[in-house]
């Protein structure tokens, strides 16, 4: 059995809900709402399959500009994808490289390949937007709120708003020089299964991704964090035991003949 | 120890420690040293720390294995040292852990040595006879907070390249030699390769130097005997407890304990106790709001708080050097604090007014670390679990009545008038009950 599933099961058992993120002293402009996420609290985990709806989105919107400069595509197994379809997905990539005789080229990407960048390389990102759009590798980690961060910031946008020429207006950042990821009809967009996902079931199933992206190996440290706390508290209750068995032993003896002779 | 014989009847225990006779000196710390028998809870702390530093060198050295102290950066933007971490945290077997467990196991290394600290404080460890033992805690401190900078420094984000350029930007605030002793710490100009190197160089080397330091403690503590709750010398073998088993049990108890709660947050929130922007690569721009971590931030309180200039009959002292004065006189009134404290009883637990005082510092210390934590012109205010206690209005003008900057100074002024007006002037007055007349008879007649 997975993990992912055994959490599953445990937590709905458990009924554990989300603790409340942290009294953080926020530099955000704008109020960062706290949303239920499957990965949060002792018992939280990946939900494979809002992973993939994430990815699927992250290829959509997100890509043309930001990178993943630190997740390699292998990792995408983690995601609950098989192998051959992950070098498939890796395949339709291009990563520049130089060739054979000295050339700038580009080749398909394979397994252990990272994200590349559509804009490749800092230099040209500003020249041609005037800033690089960050690395979304660690995104969900970097900021104050995390996932409820950047959930926050992808449905924030109002394009209503008169903004300077070159900015946008989020709830969360006043001004800010991303576009609004979101076009303005997508009646027709849908799921690789078919479904049609809301603006904010997108922004959910991406932010998960960037969650997985940032903090891939979440599950395993909450399995490591069970066994090891459940462990270390029975050695806390043995220790204190053994401490009582032995200090009444000790405050025995001390009665009867005391201590070492503190001349010594 | 050394003249002493050997304790042991095994022959090859016996012939080896007549050789070298390190196993008579751990025989006499465990069985033969008398500890005072009435060391409460808060004296854990000191093994634990203890502990905590020989987590932090192993995991380091695990670490540094596949760490790369290289600014220079790829075609996503992303430098290779920060990219080394995270190569550590996706791609090193069980590095997430190693990565986490060390992160966290800084803070709380000093979460040990904080505790460790007051207890000595509040039952006045750091008197006579114990005054070299207190200082080299004291070196042990600024030690700690030194290799918690480098090793902050190293991930290579926006608060790492934040810390690297305000911190050593202090240094120049020394008149004449400041600006050679910045190119010195940073091996150039700019807070650049030269000073990743230097700093993962001095961030490997310096954990020994402390563990060096931690032994002297511990020497001392041996030479001098541990202080009590009572603060009471021992007076004959009725107050007295060998360490094994008594103290090993309970340390073993105390460790678990800690480690519990120590584990639990590398396990559930290992970024909680850090600063989120630091996850992200640095672009060699300075963020919006700096701050440090949590441990130092009561000192870069101090530091921060001095915004004007004093005019000492022409001799101009500014903000800056004022800011640097203050946290290095922060950290140095704590190696006074034997002579300051003036009076005989060491023991808070005797001393009704003193105690007043001491909790009136704890609050102290931590009203600093928010101040560390927050805007200096802005409204200061009380995180709490249900949202802001404000402690101060915008007054508009662009004046703040309780501005974080005037909260500041108010409790940087009890810092220094704690140490060095009310220690002194309490010991005069202060009238301490009556002290029991040893450690066995407790109640008083």
Known sequence: MRFGTLLKTLSAAAALSTVAAAPAISEAAGPIDSQTWSFTGPLGYYDEGQLQHGLYVYQTRCQACHSLGLVRFSSLTGLDVSEDAVKALASTYEIPYINDDGDRDVRPGVLNDTFPWALGNPKRAIATYGKAPPDLSTMARSRIGGADYVYALLTGYDDAHEQPE???????????????????????FEYPNGTRPSLEQQ?????????????????????WGIIVVLYMLALTVISFLAYRVVAAKVYAKLDAEGGPDPEH | MAGSRSPFKNPFLKGFDERLPILRAVHHSMTAHAYPKNLNYWWNFGSIAGIMLLVMIVTGLFLAMHYKPSVQEDTYGINQ????????MRDVKGGMFLRYMHSVGASFFFIAVIFHMFRGLYYGSYKAPREVLWILGCVILILMMGIAFLGYSLVWGVMSFAAAEVITQVFTAIPILGDDILILLRGGEDVDDALLNRFFALHFLLPFVLAGVVILHILTLQTVGSNNPLGIDLKSKKDTVSFHPYYTFKDIFGLALFFTIYLAVVAWAPERLAEAINN???????????????????FYAILKVFTWDLNLFGLVITGKQLGALAMAGSLGVLFMMPWLDTSPVRSGRFRPVFKFFFWGFVLCCLILALVGAQTSGEAFFIPTPFGRLPLGIDAGNGFVWGSTQQWGVLFTGY????FIVILPVLGLFEKPKQLPASISEPVLA
């Open chain 2, 280 to 298: 992200q690569p640095t672009d060699y721009n300075l963020p919006s709001h700096i701050v440090p971590e949590w441990y130092l931030l009561p």
């Open chain 2, 415 to 418: 810092y220094f008038a704690y």
């Open chain 1, 166 to 188: 070159g900015a946008y207006y989020n709830k969360v950042m006043k001004v800010i020089s991303m576009p609004n990821p979101w076009p303005a009809d997508m009646s027709d």
């Open chain 1, 203 to 223: 922004a959910r199933d991406v932010t998960a991704f960037l969650n997985w992206a940032a903090d891939p190996y979440l599950e395993e440290r909450h399995q």
């Open chain 2, 81 to 88: 040292a920060f990219r080394s971490v995270e190569h550590i």
